[in-house]
Structures are given as C-alpha cells and as structure tokens.
C-alpha cells in the first residue's frame, strides 16, 4: 500500500463570519471564547478536509490575541496544516477582522491548534504532508519543534511534580514563601 500524500494547499479553509451582538463581552468586543469556538470549526474543517475524515481537537497550543474585535466586524479565518504527525495535525490559523463601514482589515489572531484524526472512533494515519516551498518548510519544521517542546515539557513538569509530592509540608512552605 503506497504512503498518501497531500500538499498544504489541499488543507487550506477559509471561513468568514460577521461577529454578531451574542459573541460580545461586557466591553463590547468579541468574547474571546467566542473567537476560540470559531478558530476551533476552522480548525475541524482544515484538519477534516487534509485527512479525509474526523478530526477532534487534541490542544490549543496557543492563541495569540493582537487586537479587539468589534461587534459588526467581518472575521475572515485562513486555516492550513502546517505539520504532522503520524496521527496529529498541527492547523495555525491567521484571523483577520474588517470594518465593513470603513473598508479597513487588520490582522487580530494567530492560533496553533492540534487536532487527531479519527476513523472507526480510534487515532489513524494521516497523509504525509509535501511541503512545496521554503516557507512550507520552515512552518514545518517550526512545528516540528514545537510538538517535540511539547514533549519535553509534559515529561519535564511530570518530573516536577513528583518531585514536589515526595516533599514535606515544611518544604513545600519553603517553597511557597509562606
């Protein structure tokens, strides 16, 4: 059985919606839930259509908030895989918000999210991903490092905190500063 393959170009999404009343905080911006419920569709769709099936989401490495988005603002979320694994796929998507009165577009979020791919309700293969240009490759190999840093630290912080349940509560104080 020969290895599937797909390009980063056969992941791409692109999801737009307009941030409603309902998805805003007490400030009047969009919730950042909100945000987070949104990045995670696009993140479901991108991880789904690059392998063929279900894809739940395993973490959110990380999401970074630029700037606020206003209620009224059309959102505009470009999701790709960027890594994988055996059965994870690494999805950065980049959002952008426009003031549709003003014509003007910002670039308001970057989230890294991992997600599994499914089939018959256990982890399965995913396509190799063919990186076809340097700035494939760098993203790539970025994420690489960023899921073998992943790695480190969960084995890192499990040594830690066994570390700190052999300890007494005198140490522990001391530690706390208390």
Do not use: W
Request: hydrophobic share 40%; net charge neutral.
């Amino acid at each position: 059985m020969s290895v599937r393959t797909k390009t980063v170009s056969e992941s791409r999404v692109r999801i737009a919606v307009v941030i409603e009343p309902t998805d805003a905080n007490f400030l009047g911006k969009a919730f950042g839930a909100a945000i987070l419920a949104k990045i995670d569709i696009c993140a479901y769709a991108t991880a789904s259509k690059y392998a063929g099936g279900i894809a739940v989401t395993a973490s959110f490495d990380r999401v970074d908030f630029h700037e606020p988005i206003e209620v009224g603002e059309l959102v505009e979320m470009e999701g790709l895989i960027t890594y994988v694994g055996r059965t994870s796929m690494e999805v950065t998507i980049e959002i952008y918000a426009t003031n549709l009165m003003e014509g003007t577009r910002r670039h308001t979020n970057t989230a890294r999210v991992t997600m599994v791919y499914l089939k018959d309700g256990k982890p399965a293969e995913v396509p190799r991903l063919v990186c076809e240009n340097r700035e494939e490759k760098l993203r790539f190999l970025e994420g690489k490092m960023r899921r073998d840093r992943r790695v480190r630290h969960r084995a890192e912080f499990e040594e830690i905190k066994q570390d700190l349940s052999r300890m007494s509560d005198a140490e522990l104080d001391a530690l706390i500063g208390a």
